[in-house]
């Protein structure tokens, strides 16, 4: 779901951004409104990407790196004696 929010928010706010020129040539300061779009779609954006990225870590999390001094990875299904 976020995977298609990001590239519909990216769209939206390429297109905010492309007539924003237009806007401000014909209409002068009015094409600051277009260009507030596209930096909310572009935030938005943002935002669906964070939360993909934790929701895809939660779903696989990496696998345990080492200790900086040891360099061995505890591995916490094995039980004490194992």
Known sequence: MYKNLRIIFCI???ACAAVTIFIFVYF???GCAPLGGA???AALMYI???AQESE???KNPPPPA???ITGKAENKEKK???
């Open 12 to 14: 939206l706010a390429v």
């Open 28 to 30: 002068g300061w009015w």
């Open 39 to 41: 930096v909310v779609f």
């Open 48 to 50: 669906c990407k964070r």
């Open 56 to 58: 895809e870590l939660k």
């Open 66 to 68: 080492g200790d900086f």
């Open 80 to 82: 004490d004696g194992e």
